[in-house]
């Protein structure tokens, strides 16, 4: 009797787990038709870039910037047109720095103990900032040969470019006390004597009075995307351009302004294409 027992629940226990082996877990299912669409689509993607058909209809990136005379950041919506053509808009900000700019620093001695005072550039009379807001076109020179290869593209913008000079301030230590300066001509042998600087300000001061100064700007690029199959772009972009304002923008003290800015670039660039 015992042995019948035995057998029915061994012989209900493997048909259980031959019954589960055929039913399909969803999960899994789902998984996997996820993985083949996926493939499908990138394999149309590729073939529809072969055969000339646009693929996707807009980007949207981010940049970091270098220029040869300051920084910046950079943000573009790109519309495309057809497969060798985009319209794009894009938004920049960045510093921009003068030539003859030297970041330094002071120290003072106190009960044995040495302090570092905040950085200051000397003779520097404005902070200058540039806003720029441009129209353009991006240009397929060369496609990806295949999912590992480098689209080349030219890049061309023009538009309009917002200057912005923030007065610089510095501290310095006087008969009154420490106090807190930026350039005026009535200050111009306190504001340039080394011996009395203490250190900048960093961030605080001169942004409620900062003088706006329009203008324009063009510029031209080549953008190198590595992107994986065109879905993301990773790109590196070299490129000249100037800009142009309508007065002449003052840097440094004792060194006469100037309208025309030319600046090479270098960037990382980063985002998506739908």
Known sequence: MFKHIAFLFLSSFLFQVCLAQRIPDPRMERKLKEKTDKRIRI????????????????????????????????FEKGKVKSPYKTNILQFELSEKQHVKEQKQTSAESSFGFTFINKPFVYGKQNIFYQARLGVGQQIMIGGKGNKNGVGVYGVFIGGFSAGLARPYYMQFNTDQGIVTLKYSEADHDQFLDPTTIIGGTGLKNGWNEMKFIPGGYAKAGLRFDWGR??????????????DYYSQKVVQMVDVEGKSFFPTGYIGLVFGNRK
């Not at 000339?52 to 270098?66: N, R, V």
């Open 43 to 74: 394999n149309d993607i590729i073939r529809q870039e072969e055969e000339g058909i646009a693929s996707f209809s807009k980007h949207t990136i981010f940049g970091l910037k270098m220029n040869h005379d300051g920084y910046g950041i950079m």
């Open 229 to 242: 199959f065109n879905h993301s772009v990773s790109a590196i972009e070299f490129g000249f351009g100037f």
